[in-house]
């Protein structure tokens, strides 16, 4: 905004306000935090900021501009009924003794601060609904036909109450309850709207609305109306459990972390809670954190539970706790034997060790106990090498034509016989099966690559001016770690596999924890745009830096190095380097049309790479890795050694020596007998890196002719091939 007059800022609030109506919630944000950057005291702004935020469950912040929207217009009910939802969402003890210590000096009508302080009193678990003046001889016969599920009874006593008092909310939301019991969805939602709109208070109704919301897939109506329930009563349990699974369902498991937080702080024994904290912490990658609620779950149920030791054997497989991980497992069969996820599971454990014929062996016991059971076919043919006439081939391909099968069944299967038909070299019959399962995980997973793009624009304008050969910074660790970085399937699991075979180093495999990586110094703010670099701190690097050689310390004490195989490393190199000086950097080069092919035929842990199901976002993003290596090469060139995966394969030993010694190391045999190193492996080249190289995936991509053709026109357009 070049000239931040009054008129200027008055045009951008109306183009903002009319994207809040639209419901772009995002670019109205933006606009907002343009003009809070103009002027920060217009009470106004940070009300529609606070307001966003909240729509957009970034509870914290919008916290923080209700706060400041309540300082700068002290006397307006509308701000305090933000601040309070704020408070309520952001559920902390001090957020509500800041909250309440402000309300009573607050200069609103006393009734209004009356309500709003209520909310966080004793009534704060669940709110009583009007009665309409309806006495108990009416309203106990309407709860006795409730208890009993006597739907019809129900409906019609609610209205026979109705007729009488007519302002009886609860006699609406329990004909609500009915009519959703009856499949009236529709009706049940007109109910539930009269019942709130009865008593704006009624969190219970608004809960059972929420309900039916999600349960008709209406995540966004859903998510608004368990906000409500809980504003309006911030310790309602159901409410927050049920807005914790939602968030779950949808992928945003940050989000259902907090929740679920919320909810083991009103039922900390609740077994239930803590299987579900320690799953959504397992997708977060935090499986310290995931270990320890599924111990304490184990803890609390009353008598041994398959699904408590299936997954605190997969939080201890994990951790490298990797007997006490199979003997959970065995107790979780043992308590579940036809539990075919189970078995899938353990057999997946096997694998990593390097028992592939017990974990074949595993995998066929599921199967032939869930034979549609997609997922633990893909597992098994990841190993498995394939054979022409296998009856199991032409089995999966009648379950992937099932029309009864679910879309995700479907989706495994297709990867599954891709796998398999390219073994038997059916080459001409691969794609027909890999086109359609790459396509369900989209349909899945919704992606645009374009938010990938824009966000490498971030980081590169945010690295912009940082001095790389700057004086030391004092202070730094001396930990040496070997970072090996690239793209998926490019061969980084190889190289780690090679170096973590020499004498002084372990592998970590993939840390790739946010909090031990540059990246927690870079937050996007309000407008969108990264956080400068040269904003950051010596002493943040600093304390990055021994965060991390402590965390490592900790999981390997005895081993002088290791390396990590988190592959965006090569995001934020420079800053790594800075806060550890000592630190090394692979980078993993391998021909594209190879590496994302390879990509196209695998599936990634869920929510993760999910550029990868279609073959011109592949392009795009690999354009992207290009670009951020490029910017390194040309600024820190002598900071990272280059491994080209084909000249590896084409010369083994020339190549391993010379990555030994760009890793600071003497040269070992053992490097080259790199296959026969018994760590585990948790990617998805579990099976290739136990065997010797091979240069039978190189050029693989000119087997499938035409059928990459969006993919490497993409490349070609963007210069990452020639000709």
Known sequence: MPENTAKDLTRAYDNGMKLLASGKHQDALAVFSTIHDANPLIAEVEYQIANVLLRLENYPQALRHAIKAAELAPGQPAVWETLAKATALEGSAAARTGFLTALKVAKIPVPTKTALADRFGPGSKGSSPKLGGAPATVINPLMAALKAQNWSGVIAQSKKVLAAYPNCAFAANACAIALANQGKQNEALAWYARATKMDGAYSEAYMNMANLFSKMN?????????????????????????????????????????????????????????????????????????????????????????????????????????????????????????????????????????????????????????????????????????????????????????????DRDRMHFGFAIAKATEDTKSYEQVFDFLDPANALVRKLYPYDVADRETQIDGLVESLQGMDWNRTPILGTTDAAPIFVTG??????????????????????????????????????????????????????????????????????????????????????????????????????????????????????????????????????????????????????????YEVQYED?????????????????????????NFHENTRKVETLSVFQVRQPISKGSVRAWERYGNRLAPMINRLRADGMIEG
């Open 218 to 406: 209406q995540g966004a109506n859903a998510k608004e109306a368990y906000q409500t329930s809980i504003c309006l009563s911030p310790d309602f349990f159901k409410a927050i459990c049920h807005i914790a699974q939602l968030c779950y369902m949808e992928g945003k498991f940050e989000n259902a972390q907090h929740w679920l937080n919320r909810a083991t702080l009103l039922q900390p024994k609740n077994s239930d809670l803590h299987l579900l904290r320690g799953n959504t912490f397992t997708k977060l990658r935090n499986y310290p954190a995931a270990y320890e609620a599924f111990l304490t779950a184990e803890k609390l149920i009353s008598k041994p539970d398959s699904a408590v030791f299936w997954m605190l054997a997969q939080a201890e497989s994990k951790l490298q706790m990797d007997a006490a991980a199979e003997a959970h497992f065995n107790q979780a069969i043992a308590l579940a034997p036809g539990n075919a996820e189970i078995m899938g599971s353990k057999a997946v454990f096997l694998q990593g060790l390097g028992r592939f014929e017990e974990g074949e062996a595993m995998f066929l016991e599921a199967i032939k106990s869930n034979p549609k059971a997609g997922e633990i076919h893909r597992h098994y043919y990841t190993s498995h090498k394939a054979k022409k006439g296998e009856p199991l081939i032409e089995e999966m391909k009648v379950h992937f034509r099932d029309p009864q099968i679910s």
């Open 487 to 640: 793209m998926p399937r490019s061969g980084t699991t190889l190289i780690e596999q090679i170096i973590s075979s020499h004498s002084m180093v372990s592998g970590a495999g993939e840390v790739g924890l946010r909090e031990l990586t540059p990246r927690r110094f870079l937050p996007t703010g309000l407008d969108g745009k990264v956080r400068p670099a040269t904003l950051i701190k010596d002493s943040e690097l600093v304390d990055l830096g021994n965060d991390y050689a402590a965390m490592m310390r900790e999981k390997f004490p005895e081993t002088p190095q290791i390396t990590d195989k988190s592959i965006q490393t090569y995001m934020t190199l420079g800053l790594t380097k800075l806060a550890m000086p000592n630190a090394r950097f692979i980078v993993v080069r391998r021909d594209p049309r190879d590496t994302l092919l390879s990509m196209y035929k695998n599936v990634f842990p869920e929510g993760t790479h999910l550029y990868a199901y279609d073959q011109v976002d592949l392009a795009r993003y690999y354009a992207t890795f290009v670009r951020m290596v490029d910017f390194w090469r040309e600024r820190v060139p002598d900071w990272f």
């Open 648 to 672: 590896l394969v084409a010369d083994p030993e020339t190549q391993s020596r010379a990555l030994i010694a760009a890793c600071g190391l003497e040269w070992e045999d053992a490097c080259l």
